[in-house]
């Protein structure tokens, strides 16, 4: 395939600047908090909802919500922020605008034989309704989602990094077909339990799939022959990726674990052909073409 070299920079919302510094957080109220994996399921994921009633925030899909844990770190300062994507949507949950959705990964790992608990998602995962949070932001400007419904966009997601994906898919919910972007989603979980907001505890995004928003899975670990990873999948199924490729206005995001991007990557090269990929990547970072937010 030829080096798409004709692209015009696409033009991007003004995302709203940092409204509350770290060091300056508003407190919102927790409104939900759900559990997205099973119970007896070694991965605990959360859907956790806060109000933002009475503050200025505000933010577009794509941005991130700071969240500052409560205490001191062991110099003494309040502890520092963590970044969590936005799961909602610029118009805020279904039932209630001031109302916005975070997905939650508690972390958790061995050490010898000591056992880490990860500060700040631990305390977000057993936050309970009527709790107050600080957070901050919103943050990112990048990665935020173009209103311009001739835009295919080509989404790539690991674990918790479906959250900014949630929002996409809920934004264009119930507009006509003519007033939504193409969507392709390959969206990579270890197995089904915790293929979060596509499964049966949580179908936020088979509700919202159609030909239009066209969902890719790959698990992982749930069949040990058949082990399959978002690049994986990309490279058994890239059809839609080159015909958006093809059409020539198309922005690829990629979200979750760090590490990702190099598979995905390497798919592409193969489609752009390994000559021109240098300078297609090159070219496709300058004009904010490609996206990508892994932690
Ligand atoms: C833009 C962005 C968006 C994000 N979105 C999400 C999201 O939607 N959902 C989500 O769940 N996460 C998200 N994250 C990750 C999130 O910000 C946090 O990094 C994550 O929740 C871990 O924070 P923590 O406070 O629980 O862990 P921390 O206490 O910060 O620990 C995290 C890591 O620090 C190291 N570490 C710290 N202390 C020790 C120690 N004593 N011994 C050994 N290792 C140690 C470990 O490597 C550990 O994995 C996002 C990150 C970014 C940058």
Same mark, same amino acid.
């Given at each position: 395939?030829?080096?798409?070299?004709?692209?015009?920079?696409?033009?991007?919302?003004?995302?709203?600047?940092?409204?509350?510094?770290?060091?300056?957080?508003?407190?919102?109220?927790?409104?939900?908090?759900?559990?997205?994996?099973?119970?007896?399921?070694? %991965? $605990?994921?959360?859907? =956790? /909802? *806060?109000?933002?009633?009475?503050?200025?925030?505000?933010?577009?899909?794509?941005?991130?919500?700071?969240?500052?844990?409560?205490?001191?770190?062991?110099?003494?300062?309040?502890?520092?922020?963590?970044?969590?994507?936005?799961?909602?949507?610029?118009?805020?949950?279904?039932?209630?605008?001031?109302?916005?959705?975070?997905?939650?990964?508690?972390?958790?790992?061995?050490?010898?034989?000591?056992?880490?608990?990860?500060?700040?998602?631990?305390?977000?995962?057993?936050?309970?309704?009527?709790?107050?949070?600080?957070?901050?932001?919103?943050?990112?400007?990048?990665?935020?989602?173009?209103?311009?419904?001739?835009?295919?966009?080509?989404?790539?997601?690991?674990?918790?990094?479906?959250?900014?994906?949630?929002?996409?898919?809920?934004?264009?919910?119930?507009?006509?077909? %003519? $007033?939504?972007?193409? =969507? /392709? *989603?390959?969206?990579?979980?270890?197995?089904?339990?915790?293929?979060?907001?596509?499964?049966?505890?949580?179908?936020?995004?088979?509700?919202?799939?159609?030909?239009?928003?066209?969902?890719?899975?790959?698990?992982?670990?749930?069949?040990?022959?058949?082990?399959?990873?978002?690049?994986?999948?990309?490279?058994?199924?890239?059809?839609?990726?080159?015909?958006?490729?093809?059409?020539?206005?198309?922005?690829?995001?990629?979200?979750?674990?760090?590490?990702?991007?190099?598979?995905?990557?390497?798919?592409?090269?193969?489609?752009?052909?390994?000559?021109?990929?240098?300078?297609?990547?090159?070219?496709?970072?300058?004009?904010?073409?490609?996206?990508?937010?892994?932690?």
């Amino acid at each position: 395939m030829e080096p798409v070299t004709n692209l015009n920079p696409l033009e991007r919302l003004e995302a709203p600047p940092m409204l509350y510094k770290p060091s300056s957080p508003v407190e919102v109220t927790v409104i939900e908090n759900t559990r997205l994996t099973p119970e007896n399921y070694s %991965e $605990e994921i959360r859907h =956790i /909802v *806060l109000d933002l009633k009475g503050t200025d925030y505000r933010y577009l899909e794509g941005q991130s919500m700071g969240v500052i844990a409560p205490g001191e770190d062991e110099r003494g300062k309040p502890n520092r922020v963590r970044l969590y994507s936005i799961a909602s949507p610029a118009m805020g949950e279904p039932e209630n605008p001031s109302h916005v959705a975070l997905c939650v990964k508690r972390v958790v790992f061995e050490e010898g034989q000591d056992t880490f608990y990860g500060l700040c998602s631990n305390y977000l995962c057993d936050v309970k309704p009527g709790d107050k949070v600080k957070i901050s932001g919103p943050n990112g400007k990048r990665f935020v989602m173009p209103r311009d419904p001739e835009v295919d966009l080509l989404l790539f997601a690991a674990g918790t990094g479906i959250a900014p994906f949630r929002a996409f898919f809920m934004r264009l919910s119930g507009l006509p077909a %003519e $007033e939504r972007s193409n =969507i /392709v *989603l390959y969206y990579g979980s270890r197995r089904m339990e915790d293929h979060v907001y596509y499964n049966d505890l949580n179908n936020d995004l088979g509700n919202l799939a159609d030909s239009k928003n066209v969902i890719h899975s790959a698990l992982s670990r749930q069949d040990p022959k058949k082990k399959m990873h978002v690049q994986d999948r990309f490279r058994l199924e890239p059809g839609p990726v080159e015909e958006a490729l093809k059409r020539g206005k198309f922005l690829i995001y990629i979200c979750g674990i760090k590490g990702m991007e190099k598979g995905i990557e390497d798919v592409f090269r193969d489609i752009v052909g390994p000559d021109s990929w240098d300078q297609t990547k090159q070219e496709w970072k300058e004009k904010t073409i490609w996206n990508q937010e892994v932690y």
